[in-house]
């Protein structure tokens, strides 16, 4: 299932894009879609039969603003150097185990929505990622298909990033990281009995309608089940948490001098195969 909420900021309602493309509201179902609503399989179950049946209302999508996918995010946990090919063109050592940093879940906003450059930024960049969202309490998992089992569905996730924030200014990276919507989410969550496998997708992203980034998830260092394993050994993931997985090459940070960081009056547009497509505008904070 494409499951999405949409509407006006911190006034989303739930829906569902069915197989026909059509868009369909789900609030009659489901008061909204967040970890709750993942973690009860009779829930989703209800919203399943109600998208099968064909009668849930028709929305007019025209005009309408899908939010993100997810609401009460609990946590964002990302996973940085995760891409073969993102490792070499930074120079980077690949990393012996997954590196691990965290972005505020008040970073995340919707697909299509403005995202700020922040005040006093020279280095901004863009990152297309996918992101996993958690359906099961995970904690001190031993397997890969355990690891797989806890996750609820994937979203295209752009990890916006302050190059001189996160590198050059001390500390850890959080700084470059979580600045004011610096993690446009959406616009679905597909559910993860309609991906067949999280190591096959495709991702690119554009500035200005040229290519930056076309990758695969098949570079990933470690696999989405790797990630969501290895981290359940340091905190425990719960309905709603969501883990950014790392980004391919072509990031402005990999590029020749002078690196093309982003600036207010660009335009990133970025997808995933089956994840759908985003849109934004940058401005100025």
């Not at 009056?265 to 089956?274: K, T, Y």
């Amino acid at each position: 299932m494409k499951l999405l909420r949409v509407g006006t900021a911190g006034s989303e309602r739930p829906a569902l894009l069915d197989a026909e493309g059509i868009l369909r509201d789900l609030s009659g179902v489901v008061p909204d879609i967040d970890g709750a609503l993942l973690a009860d399989d009779a829930a989703l179950g209800r919203v399943r039969a109600a998208a099968e049946s064909g009668e849930l209302p028709v929305l007019d999508a025209d005009g309408l603003r899908v939010g993100p996918p997810l609401a009460r995010i609990g946590k964002i946990v990302c996973i940085g150097l995760n891409y073969h090919d993102h490792a070499r063109e930074t120079g980077a050592e690949p990393p012996s185990e997954p590196v691990i940093f965290f972005k505020a879940a008040d970073t995340v906003v919707g697909p299509d929505d403005t995202v700020l450059v922040p005040r006093g930024s020279v280095k901004t960049d863009w990152e297309v990622e996918l992101a996993v969202v958690i359906g099961r309490t995970a904690r001190y998992l031993e397997s890969h298909e355990e690891a797989l089992s806890r996750v609820a569905g994937y979203a295209v996730a752009h990890d916006v990033s302050e190059r001189e924030f996160q590198i050059e200014r001390g500390g850890t990276w959080d700084k470059g990281k979580n600045c004011e919507t610096f993690n446009p989410l959406g616009p679905w969550l597909v559910t993860a009995d309609d991906v067949s496998d999280p190591q096959d997708l495709s991702l690119k992203l554009w500035v200005n309608g040229e290519l930056k980034q076309d990758g695969t998830t098949a570079e990933q260092i470690f696999s989405v089940a790797e990630v969501v394993r290895y981290v359940s050994q340091f905190m425990t993931l719960y309905p709603g948490d969501v883990i950014n997985t790392g980004t391919p090459a072509g990031v402005a940070l990999g590029q020749p001098e002078p690196k093309p960081y982003l600036r207010a009056g660009d335009v990133v547009e970025l997808e995933i195969g089956g994840l759908g497509r985003q849109r934004q505008e940058f401005k100025p904070a």
